[in-house]
């Protein structure tokens, strides 16, 4: 197939939501299909823009953010849709960013991609609580994605908490969406073989817990601490190895820190899968999550995964591999559960076994890209039949 892939930025190296763009990309041409990359639209952000940034940060103490200005992404469209035109015949054009696909002009079917809807993100991540934002940001995402989801030929969400959300909040219909887990970013990924080894080197003391997030308290870090104190207290030695970030104020002995361990930097891409490999748990009790791509890379591991249930983790790792329990679950429920299995290594191995499973048949880019191939397939069967 061929496919234009619109971006308002800088597609091919931009690490933008989690590089699931960009890996998107990769994957599909992987498979043997075209993609045209039409990314750096223009204006990117116009004089007024900056002047309304100005403004809403020095006068009135909010964020204004431009790519949530109806304005600036209805003049980016003339520059899109003149490159789309220019590529002739397309099987989609895909949008990894709903806003950008609210004016686009093509005959062929959009598609967008993404993870949430613009209303489950005010007051739900740090940084979009409405009492921060500029009200017209608030009002233009909203009407943005009224348009986007209303315009698009298809939607795929990966998970039903969004395809929920388009559907109550948005009036999508149901069967314009498709929800489809994403994959673990790992560049080279373990095989059955190694995930082997890796259960081969577990179980032995201490218990080692794995946090891996960029921001300690959104990702729960604080409930991590007391988690690994409360396996502790059941006379289990404990370690809660931290990556991703630096723990905020003090923290217990117990708690060992490796930093930001960045995947493009050959040693600390070592240390990190080091500990992808050698970790008992993957223990991410977030507070806000919208899938979380942490859960697919530890399935690829076979390491079972302790978070909270919000946003779509559920989604993230269904199939009793991990539990998810509500926000407000005491540090005992996650700490009986991760016991428990502990010592009980036949059953341990089963799930790690399950977590491995669910990688290989649906936490993987291959296996997303294809359901979007699968999308447009049966987009194009529709209109031949219609």
Sequence with gaps: MRFAFLHHGILETEALWSGIPLNILRTLRGLGHEVVVIDRLQPHVPLQARIK???????????????????????????????????GNLDAVLVAYPPDAAFVVSSSPVIVIHDATWLLLLDYYPGHERSLLAGETIRGGMELDRVALAHCAHILYCSHWAADSAVKDFGVPPEKIAIAPLGASIPDAPGREDVAACLRRRG?????????????L???GDVAVAVAAEIGRRGIAVELHVAGCDPTGSVPDFVHRHGLLRKD??????????LQESCDFLLVPTRAEAFGIVFAEAAAFGMPVMAADTGGTRDAIQGGWGIAPPLDAPASVYADWAVDLYRDRARYERLAWMAREAYEKELNWVSFCRRIVQAVAQLKDASAAG
Excluded at 68 to 80: C, K, L
Excluded at 265 to 274: K, Q, S
């Design 53 to 87: 940034g100005w403004f809403y940060h020095f006068a009135r103490k909010r964020r204004y953010l431009v790519n949530r200005d109806p304005g600036v992404i209805r003049a980016r469209s003339a520059d899109g849709n003149r490159r789309l035109a220019a590529l």
């Design 265 to 274: 930097v050959a040693g600390e891409a070592r240390e990190l899968r080091e």
């Design 218 to 220: 959104r990702k729960g």
């Design 204 to 216: 032995k003391a201490p218990m080692k817990l794995l946090f891996l997030g960029v921001q300690w």
